[in-house]
């Protein structure tokens, strides 16, 4: 069924690092979420109505708020469809993760209020009635919100959409309060006891839940995240394929939108290349990254020794130091000042963002003692610097 759609729904589907074809995605699967969800508040509003159920009525609103959330979410992605203008050069392409925000904040209005009306079921329960269509209804809406979980996660795999993955989880979690809901009234039927306030309670908690991880998913690209690792590798492989480049480093990306990124780079080059020849170099990664990856990339370039083997030798050292005293941290542009009585070793000392100042004073002269036993004449010039690309542990918790 998806695939269905969205062959005939979005044109040019295969092209997902396109503004356009995004947006068609976009618009399908808002609009796909208005239908189904009206249709789901209309059905479970008249069963709550026959039953005289919270839990019911509850979902039945949840549902609607999802409708609702789909119309923002379809207005958020037509304004960030916009195109870049004085105002703003880099685009609109925020304003999808503005309307998300939006919509956690109406899923944790809707939870908060019947989070309310079921403490008010506890304290007074109503009379509930139990009938088998009304079961046999909610168990078919818990099979609509499943498919449409999995919909929304295909499409937001696909192009990589926060938006659409925040939308999964939360039908996925509408599975699991209408699961709920059922559970309650075959409770009631088959002992007499009434539990739908608390069951209520309990769907107005997972909504409101559902609301704060939707609003955490979409604040973290409005803060600014760390470069995905698997982005990181994508964009230095581009670079480094180029002839006369050897290497790369600083990788950092802005995100100005789903599919509108800004990045730099350094770039190392053979210090023995003619100047102009790297500019020229640097020009075409550049304007191939615009074209190919649909990246704004500005590129620095770092002069590299990559003849002198006593440099080299020197800068093997270093690397095998860094690399066994801690497998986390890295080196980068790497110079040598050679003299009689004393070799200064210079280089930037990457490790984790989340190492204390202590960790990286450590590090540093651990480092500089390993270094020296190798040659007493090593002196070395350490800069600190803190990777910007996501750690193992992050991505593990993702």
């Keep these: 069924m998806t695939e269905f759609l969205v062959r005939h729904f979005v044109k040019n589907h295969e092209d997902v690092e396109k503004v356009s074809v995004r947006t ?12 189904c969800n009206v249709l789901l508040f209309v059905v479970k509003a008249a069963v709550g109505f026959l039953l005289h159920s919270i839990s019911v009525t509850a ?25 870049a203008d004085e105002d703003h050069p880099f ?38 009635k139990f009938r088998l269509i009304s079961v046999i209804i909610l168990v078919l809406s818990v099979g609509v919100k499943l498919w449409m979980g999995v919909f ?8 990589d959409s926060k938006v659409m993955l925040a939308t999964a989880a939360d039908a996925l979690g509408d599975v699991i309060t209408t699961s709920a809901t059922i559970a309650s009234l075959l409770f009631w039927r ?15 908690l997972v909504v409101m839940w559902a609301g704060i991880g ?15 690792a698997e982005e990181y590798v994508r964009i230095s492989r581009f670079v480094e394929k180029y002839d006369g480049i050897v290497g790369s480093h600083d990788l950092i990306v802005h995100n100005y939108g789903p599919g509108r990124s800004m990045a730099s780079i350094h770039a190392e080059v053979p210090n023995i290349t003619d100047i102009e020849e790297s500019h020229e170099i640097i020009d075409k990664i550049e304007r191939d990254a615009a074209r190919k990856l649909g990246i704004f990339l500005v590129i ?4 590299v020794e990559t003849k002198d083997e006593q440099v080299l030798v020197a800068k093997e050292h270093v690397e095998g130091v860094v690399s066994r005293l801690d497998g986390k ?8 000042v050679d003299g009689r009585h004393q070799i200064n070793l210079i280089f930037d000392l990457v490790v984790p963002r989340e190492y204390s100042r202590e960790q990286q004073n450590t590090l540093s002269h651990a480092v500089m003692e390993e270094l020296q036993k190798i040659d007493e004449r090593y002196q070395c010039v350490i800069t600190v610097e803190m990777s910007f690309v996501a750690s193992a542990r992050k991505g593990q918790e993702e």
């Design 214 to 228: 939707i609003a955490r998913d979409t604040l973290e690209p409005l803060i600014g995240e760390p470069v995905p």
């Design 190 to 204: 088959m002992t007499g006891i009434n539990i739908d306030g608390f069951v209520g309670l309990g769907v107005s």
């Design 59 to 83: 979902d039945a609103f949840n549902n609607l708020s999802d409708a609702g959330s789909s119309v923002i979410g379809l207005v958020g992605v037509k304004m960030a469809s916009k195109p």
């Design 91 to 128: 685009g609109h392409g925020r304003i999808e993760y503005i309307a998300a925000l939006i919509v956690a904040f109406l899923v944790m209005q809707v939870g908060f209020t019947f989070f309310k009306d079921a403490i008010g079921k506890i304290r007074e329960p109503e009379m509930m």
């Design 329 to 336: 941290a890295s080196i980068h542009d790497f110079r040598m």
């Design 300 to 303: 620095h370039m770092d002069p």
């Design 152 to 159: 929304n996660r295909k499409l937001g795999q696909r192009i």
């Design 24 to 35: 068609a995605y976009g618009v399908l699967a808002s609009a796909v979420g208005i239908f």
